[in-house]
């Protein structure tokens, strides 16, 4: 799959600040006041950036609201319809704690659990697609929270909750990845159940329909990134789990906690390209090409 | 809604003969002209003339060899649009309801003044039956030609897919699959009628015909009684001009180096 900037920055961003909004939700000591002001200032920067950021790509953005329509049987109208609620259910939580220093703790964890659910919509987008097999598993629900409650954990300054979560996240990349490997193959699907002509001997694409690329061998088929895949692997989990784990494992410093912070995203973000630049389509058979 | 409807009254479709498609890409060309100039959003082309041109398409040939042990390899052209699927991942992903499945006839079709181009439902599809237009940025697919079958402006021989129309070969045909008497659900029946990739369940409408199995080298023609020489002795009035002609010079027997 075209890994595409403006999905990759929607995810990555958005499951973190929704990941710090669910902390937020749930904390019995919520920070009242200013502090308040700032971490939620944070939180929703993050979700509400992400979100705009995955309008960039979209081919008619105003007309963006209609998304909201079909809940029923759509994830991508659902994540919508999930954020909106999140959004305003913390917003509400966030007010009375900025400007009336109450802390209402009914609100936060229905914020916090839609919150959740939002990143959960998120996932099936993906997870849903039959098409993409290294997609379509219940881990790839179980990443994106994961990655979501553990961002979360390291920007809300949970240190014992991070260092454990570090480890989960790590364990769930490294299953994701050794899962997605096998998944294409294991589905079954080559050029001759494709065409129909697998019982007749082996087929190969000799010919494609036209001279150059087209929209579906640009969006579906991209081979350059996977390249360097492995090597990403390794700087993509060293940067998400591995650094931030020592950093934080160090006499604590504000330094090595936002260095840690930094390094788990850029970590994320390289995991988030993987996710796609590995991605291998259905279409990709017609063309000879995964 | 984009419920996908429990049942439809008819079930519209192609049947495609991969015996008889001889790859002249004529439907393609006819697809794209037919649906530039009519329903929705023209199908635009980039760089056409330039490098890597590029360009929104319905229907696309491709072609495949087929190899098997002892056997001479065979070239099969390979049309592929959208197949109208009852089960249709496209249709239920789609967040604004532009996508949606006729109940009256099966046909899948894009409202495009809803569709906000996310392209969402182009990755559910598992044959790239969909393309988003690069020009418009809404997403493009087979209608069916909705606006030729049910358009009483053209005379009723016209009232099929153009793909289906122009067709040199007789490659295409177009019909009700809910019908069992129709000419596409006979042919389907008789010629053993294909889904691709039913592996992922998604119920293909439009079937694929098989090519037929090819002649060997090693069998005997039924042409080869036919064959043989009828006379191998010339007798009568003919064997009488034989025996002169051979008398004169010039016979091949007396060529030099002719046996």
């Known amino acids: 799959m075209h890994p595409a ?16 909004l669910a902390w937020l939700g749930i904390d019995a000591a919520a920070p ?39 809940w029923r049987t759509s994830w991508l109208s659902r994540e919508g319809v999930c954020a909106v609620a999140a959004l305003i259910i913390m917003g509400l939580y966030a007010a009375a704690l900025v400007f009336f220093g109450a802390h209402i703790p009914l609100l936060g964890w229905a914020g916090a659990a839609l919150s959740l659910l939002t990143v959960f919509t998120t996932s099936m987008i993906y997870a849903q697609l039959a098409t993409i097999p290294r997609w379509n598993t219940p881990l790839t629900s179980l990443l994106y929270l994961t990655y979501a409650v553990t961002g979360g954990a390291l920007l809300s300054g949970r240190v014992t909750a991070a260092l454990v ?44 329909p036209h001279t150059s690329p087209n929209y579906l061998m640009r969006e579906f088929i991209h081979v350059i990134g996977r390249k360097h895949a492995q090597k990403l692997r ?27 912070v930094l390094s788990h995203i850029a970590g994320v973000a390289a995991s988030r390209w993987l996710f796609f630049a590995e991605a291998e389509h259905t279409v990709g058979i017609y063309y000879g090409a995964r | 809604m984009t419920d996908l409807p429990t049942r439809t009254e008819k079930k519209l479709g192609l049947v495609i003969d991969l015996d008889t498609c001889v790859g002249c890409h004529a439907c393609v060309i006819s697809c794209k002209g037919w649906n530039t100039e009519n329903y929705g959003a023209p199908l635009s082309d980039q760089r056409p003339y330039g490098e890597e041109p590029m360009g929104t398409f319905l229907n696309r040939v491709h072609s495949y060899e087929v190899t098997a042990p002892g056997q001479t390899a065979q070239t099969v052209h390979f049309p592929k649009s959208c197949l109208h699927c009852e089960n249709a991942p496209c249709v239920t992903v789609c967040p604004t ?12 079709l894009v409202n495009e003044q809803n569709c906000i181009g996310c392209g969402l439902c182009a990755w559910a599809c598992p044959y790239g039956a969909r393309e988003l237009d690069q020009a418009e940025g809404v997403m493009k697919k087979c209608t069916l030609c909705v606006d030729r079958i049910y358009n009483e402006n053209l005379p009723e021989v016209d009232r099929t897919p153009a793909c289906v129309r122009t067709c040199p070969a007789g490659a295409r045909h177009f019909g009700d699959f809910a019908d069992p008497n129709s000419n596409v659900s006979k042919l389907t029946a008789e010629r053993g009628g294909m889904d691709l990739m039913p592996e992922l369940g998604t119920a293909p409408v439009n ?53």
């Open chain 1, 32 to 70: 009242t006041g200013w502090a308040a002001f700032w971490w939620f200032a944070i939180a929703f920067a993050l979700a509400c950036g992400g979100l705009i950021s995955s309008t960039f790509h979209l081919g008619h953005p105003e007309r963006a609201m209609k998304a909201f329509s079909q």
């Open chain 2, 207 to 259: 079937k694929y015909l098989p090519p037929r199995p090819k002649d060997s080298w090693d069998e005997e023609s039924i042409l080869a009684p036919f064959l043989e020489p009828v006379a191998a002795e010339p007798k009568g009035f003919l064997g009488w001009i034989d025996k002169q002609l051979s008398r004169l010079p010039g016979d091949v027997k007396d060529m030099e180096g002719v046996e």
């Open chain 1, 234 to 260: 390794v700087i993509s989990f060293l940067l998400m789990a591995v650094a931030p784990f020592v950093l934080l494992m160090l006499p604590f410093q504000h330094v090595f906690a936002l260095l840690a």
């Open chain 1, 5 to 20: 900037p403006s999905v990759i920055i929607f995810t990555t961003l958005s499951g973190l600040g929704f990941g710090l």
């Open chain 2, 97 to 108: 309801g532009a996508s949606y499945k006729r109940a009256e006839d099966g046909i899948v």
């Open chain 1, 165 to 208: 979560l570090l480890l989960v996240a790590a364990l769930v990349q490294l299953v994701w990845w050794k899962n997605g490997d096998g998944a294409f193959a294991a589905r079954g699907s080559d050029l001759g159940t494709a065409t129909g002509l697998g019982a007749r001997g082996t087929v190969r694409s000799v010919a494609h």
